[in-house]
């Protein structure tokens, strides 16, 4: 084939040589230029033509212009760009159809929504744990087919919320926070949705079964539940031979420190008894309703027990300034009040060292939810750890623990206790500057 860019070169010469050729027989230079560059001009308009036929056509081979030089070969590379296309879209259609395939056998449902909230894809597990159905429910609005409360709460709602672990997520924008647990509409299980945003204004909603989970941590709760219930009288009858023991005059020295330790061992178990119990009870009671609980004054509580703690657990190691408003109450459940504060300022003082200055403050805040904020400048703790400082028996640092005597079930009384008053716990640190305990309490439990 030859070279297109010497056609173009000979055609352009052959319009010189005609240019040269009409001018020298008949003198006029004037038409000699025009008539030659005229039919060039219309050739390529032609051309031009061709090509946006072929291409309003859809590109078809059969109809592609037979030309040659310049015009062909941007023929041939739009015809061969066409053809590389075509092909990455077989492939990326073959992969899309195994993706969709690989997606509708996920036991888990999987809905995708666009930027309206619309269902625009599903695979058949949703059928099965949300009754939605793709070919039926394609286009529909995801709050008209699922009907939960606390979902069409999330789709509705245009404050920031926080989650059980105390992370911001935002309802309205579909934050991946998005997390709830709800009952599945169709059956008895209890599912997990979870909202994820993706692409451009895009969002997946998956469903999962969880009902084994929480069959096994309702079975876990009872055997904690039982066993330290049948734990906790042969213990306190353990206790009371050591108190027997240790005040008894004739027992011999070499018994005398061992006697202390088991004592001491004793009394231990039965602090994480009494708290198990606690966890146990708060476990297996329900929410309060808005009404319910009495008009608590928290600042006379927390000035009672700061009062304690600077006697007794902090003596001279510590600092703790108190600010409160005293006319701040809530309404709610005294005794449950009482172990959030003590929970809250005992592990700033115990899980600090010596110096420390903890800062406690009772007020509004800026949504009018009541908030309880513990702050102190230890050392504070790791991103890692702060997600799992509310699970039972979780500690940061295992040796200080034991060493202080803390039974690591203190932070996840308070977080069942919030739960249980509708609040939220919020933890934060900022390794070697402070950690920030924020306990606040729904604006309806407020009494001022």
């Known amino acids: 084939m030859s070279n297109p860019w010497f056609v173009e070169s000979w055609r352009i010469g052959a319009i010189f040589i005609a240019l040269l050729v009409i001018g020298g027989l008949t003198g006029n230079w004037l038409l000699a230029t ?16 061709c090509l946006e036929r072929w291409l309003s056509s859809g590109l078809k081979s059969g109809e592609a212009p037979d030309t040659n030089g310049v015009w062909g070969l941007i023929i041939q590379h739009i015809y061969r760009q066409q053809k590389r296309q075509q092909k990455h879209k077989k492939k990326f259609k073959g992969l899309l159809k195994r993706f969709n395939l690989v997606v509708s056998a996920f036991p888990d449902a999987a809905i995708v929504l666009n930027q309206q909230k619309e269902i625009e894809w599903s695979n058949k597990a949703a059928k099965k744990l949300l009754g939605v159905e793709y070919i039926r429910d394609r286009g529909q609005h995801i709050g008209n087919l699922i009907r939960f409360p606390e979902f069409q709460h999330c789709l509705q709602s245009k ?6 672990r105390g992370e911001n997520f935002s309802s309205k ?8 647990e709800l009952r599945s509409p169709l059956s008895p299980t209890h599912i997990v949705l979870r909202l994820i945003p993706f692409g451009q204004g895009q969002y997946l909603l998956t469903a999962g079964d969880i009902s084994q989970q929480i069959n096994l941590q309702r079975m876990r709760e009872t055997f904690v ?12 009858v353990i206790a009371g031979y050591l108190e027997i023991l240790e005040s008894t005059p004739d027992v011999p020295e070499n018994l005398h420190e061992p006697i202390i330790s088991a004592l001491s061992q004793a009394t231990r178990m039965g602090k994480i008894i009494e708290d198990l119990l606690t966890l146990s009870r708060l476990e297996t009671t329900t929410g309060l309703s808005k009404q319910n609980g009495m008009i608590v004054d928290v ?13 007794t657990v902090a003596m001279e190691s510590h600092i703790l300034h108190l600010d409160t408003e005293p006319t701040l109450k809530i309404r709610a459940v005294e005794s449950e009040i009482n172990s959030v504060c003590l929970n809250l ?21 800026e949504t009018g939810q009541a908030c309880l904020e513990v702050i102190d400048n230890g050392k504070g703790i790791q991103a890692e750890d702060i997600p799992h400082l509310t699970e039972r028996f979780y500690r940061v640092n295992v040796g200080r623990s034991r060493q202080v005597g803390g039974t690591g079930l203190g932070l996840a009384i308070v977080k069942h206790i919030m739960e249980r008053h509708q609040g939220y716990l919020l933890i934060s640190s900022q390794p070697g500057i402070k950690t920030q ?10 009494s001022k």
Not at 36 to 42: E, F, N, R, V
Request: glycine share 2%; charged share 15%.
């Open 34 to 49: 025009l008539l030659p560059l005229t039919i060039y001009i219309s050739w390529l308009i032609y051309q031009l033509y």
């Open 437 to 446: 305990f924020t306990a606040c309490f729904p604006v309806y439990r407020v």
């Open 159 to 164: 404050k920031h919320h926080i989650n059980d």
């Open 225 to 236: 539940a039982n066993a330290s219930h049948e734990l906790r009288t042969p213990l306190t």
């Open 345 to 365: 300022i005992k592990n700033a003082v115990k899980h600090t060292p010596a110096g420390t200055t903890v800062q406690i403050r009772w007020f509004l805040n």
């Open 299 to 311: 600042s006379v509580i927390l000035a009672n027990i700061v009062s304690d703690i600077q006697k």
């Open 173 to 180: 924008n579909f934050r991946l926070d998005l997390t709830l």
